[in-house]
């Protein structure tokens, strides 16, 4: 003969709660939960300081407030989802996990390293959205670096402010740097040709910036912009993007927009 084990899950399947008015209530969750629990819907309504048929109505299906099932959940031991199925379950761990690597206190505490490191690991693109990005382009070691990675193939994607741009003289007198922006950018310019020669792309922009955007791949460094301060004295992030919609894919979606209303050089 054969005998069928009946785990305690099979078990808690069959139980229904008394509702508090004596009426049995439907095989929800949440009803096999506080049948374990050994705890009544009156008691349940006590603790949490609400009606007893509103208990009644959550184990027929309501959904309670985010407090009450936080609650609820302490007061069984079970989880939201196994409380509630329909419930939203959290993204998966790797998606969330935290995409912020390291903060700087200022761009100029950056080590050198980094920034190489950064472009180096590129197999991809490289992206670089920036008033002027003076400090890299006057890098050889780094503009060289990118320059190689343009002729390898990678997709290499540098924007800058327009010299005679509206905003790049509010951001030039922002610094008190005055017709100093338009000069860096300049010369950026100058410094980054061999880039372009290299297959890269260069365009201009005239466009607010509240960071500058560093990016190679599936990693960026942010550098925030402060009003009054130049970006050399403002914090960098570092992200690493692990999210189709986390903080990196913010970063990137700005680049974007912002390229595709840029300009060729000769505009």
């Known amino acids: 003969m054969n005998h069928t084990v009946r785990t305690s899950w099979d078990f808690l399947a069959t139980m229904t709660v008394l509702a508090s008015d004596g009426s049995r209530c439907v095989n929800h969750p949440l009803a096999r939960a506080l049948r374990g629990a050994g705890i009544n819907t009156v008691e349940v309504a006590a603790r949490l300081g609400v009606d007893p048929k509103t208990v009644d109505r959550w184990i027929a299906g309501r959904m309670p407030y985010p407090r009450h099932r936080d609650a609820l959940a302490r007061m069984t031991g079970w ?30 505490v950056v080590p050198a390293s980094a920034w190489s490191r950064l472009f180096d690991n590129a197999k991809l693109e490289i992206s670089v959205l920036a008033y002027s990005a003076l400090f890299l ?44 922006m338009s000069a860096r950018i300049r010369t950026s310019l100058i410094r980054l040709r061999s880039v372009a020669d290299a297959g890269g792309e260069l365009r201009l922009h005239d466009t607010v910036l509240y960071n500058s955007i560093y990016r190679a791949d599936d990693e960026l460094l942010i550098n925030t912009h402060v009003y009054g301060h130049p970006a050399s004295h403002a914090p960098v992030i570092h992200l690493k993007q692990r999210a189709a919609h986390g903080m990196a894919a913010t970063y990137l979606d700005s680049f974007e927009r912002v390229w595709a209303g840029s300009c060729e050089i000769a505009c």
């Open 79 to 108: 989880s939201l989802q196994e409380l509630w199925p329909d419930l939203s379950r959290p993204a998966d761990p790797d998606g969330q996990a935290d995409e912020v690597r390291i903060v700087y206190p200022q761009r100029n």
């Open 137 to 180: 382009a006057e890098d050889l070691a780094v503009s060289t670096l990118i320059r190689d990675k343009a002729e390898a193939g990678v997709r290499v994607r540098i924007a800058l402010g327009r010299p005679d741009g509206h905003h790049v003289a509010d951001r030039g007198h922002e610094e008190q740097v005055g017709d100093g």
